[in-house]
């Protein structure tokens, strides 16, 4: 990725004279890792793969054995799958990747969803499956540590890959390169093992002990590299708890610390410019509910289901509000509001050029099972909804 300005047009006149790619298409995925540029990059390294490995083979064909190049290699592999097995791992410990269900998919249709955002909402919905899938990527990532449990580390992750490798097909979650390549790398290490892990799992046969190839031989260096994994692993667990669990505080401030007026709002009259207008499910410009969840921000869903973001500053000593879409210009102060209970709103003023007035009605976040229902270890019958 740091060479991606570099190689661009050599990758570009691979991708159109190899790969027929006549289309236009941008060097950066933007949070995607299977975009056009990235299947040229995989492309164009199987090529260079293939051709290296033939040069290299009829060059030191006479060579009977690669012990040093295996090692170091291997040593490469699990740095790289260490590394990100954490990083996985703990953003899903501390619910980052997957955060909390937001009150505006409790009014989001499952029809309107797109597979990654079902996916995300099925993973962010549990906190402790989540925490779950987190810890077994941790495992493997710590399994592969230690030189004794790496084809238990390998072997871990290969069932934890995969299944989000799956995950990643099915669900159409723009990470399927970068996944699967972690499957293939971790099997990668754990064939290297293949026949001691057979012999002992399958075929029940006892097995010699046989010391692994190490290119030094050095006691000193063996303690030096011992103490360096010690020391690295526990600051590496103790910064990425912190940095974690300050992440996840921030998340969790949006509603440990609700802001002024929180919760879904449903509209019962909504007037626009004098105009009463009535509550048709084909009206774009008619308001349904207002969702005020996070601090500055409130969504609108309109009667068509199209949803839109706004700034939402409320000044509670003065009784107004700033609402403006952040795209555009802050309009100060334009709307009032009227809050006599918890369970009434009203809005008036100017919105983007239109006088509005709007009367809205608090919803019981207990009518929504994904809130209420919670685990039980005793269902009588199931409970599908």
């Known amino acids: 990725m740091f060479f991606n300005s570099f190689l661009e047009t050599p990758f570009r006149w691979f991708g159109k004279q190899f790969l027929g790619i006549n289309y236009s298409y941008e060097i950066n995925g933007y949070g995607s890792g299977d975009y056009t540029y990235s299947y040229i990059t995989f ?3 199987i090529v260079l793969a293939l051709w290296g490995f033939t040069f290299w083979t009829l060059l030191d064909r006479k060579r009977q054995s690669y012990n040093k190049f295996q090692y170091w290699l291997f040593v490469i592999i699990r740095v790289f799958l260490i590394f990100f097995m954490l990083t996985y791992g703990f953003v899903k ?19 309107k969803l797109s597979p990654m955002g079902l996916a995300w909402t ?10 779950f899938a987190g810890f077994m990527e941790i495992l493997g990532g710590l399994l592969l540590i230690p030189k004794r449990t790496v084809t238990l580390g390998a072997f871990v992750i290969i069932g934890v890959m995969t299944q989000v490798a799956m995950m990643n097909l099915m669900f159409d979650i723009p990470v399927k390169l970068f996944s699967m390549h972690l499957v293939l790398l971790a099997l990668i290490l754990f064939l290297s093992d293949s026949t001691r892990f057979m012999s002992v799992f399958i075929q029940d046969k006892q097995i010699k002990f046989q010391k692994s190839f190490h290119p030094i031989k050095d006691e000193q260096y063996h303690k030096t590299i011992f103490w360096i994994k010690t020391i690295g692993l526990l600051l590496i667990l103790v910064l990425a708890g912190i940095f974690g669990y300050n992440a996840e505080q921030r998340f969790k401030a949006f509603t440990d610390e609700p802001p002024k007026l929180y919760g879904i709002w449903e509209v019962s009259t909504f007037i626009k410019n004098s105009d009463t207008i009535p509550p048709l499910l084909t009206e774009d410009s008619r ?32 009784n107004t509000i700033n609402m403006y879409i952040s795209t555009k210009e802050k309009d100060s102060l334009n709307l009032q509001y009227h809050h006599p209970n918890a369970h009434y709103l009203k809005l008036f003023g100017r919105l983007e050029n ?7 009605f608090k919803k019981d976040l207990n009518d929504f099972p994904l809130k209420t229902r919670g685990f039980r270890w005793i ?7």
């Open 379 to 385: 269902n009588e019958r199931p409970y599908n909804r």
């Open 287 to 318: 308001w349904r509910y207002l969702v005020i969840e996070r601090k500055g921000i409130a969504d609108v869903k309109a009667m068509n289901a199209n949803l839109e973001r706004y700034k939402f500053e409320v000044d509670s000593v003065e």
């Open 93 to 111: 410990v501390f619910q980052i990747q997957f955060q909390p269900l937001p009150l505006v998919k409790l009014l989001q249709p499952i029809g």
């Open 354 to 360: 239109d006088s509005i007035e709007v009367h809205l």
């Open 43 to 45: 492309f164009v390294g």
């Open 122 to 131: 099925y993973m962010g919905y549990s906190k402790g499956f989540g925490m």
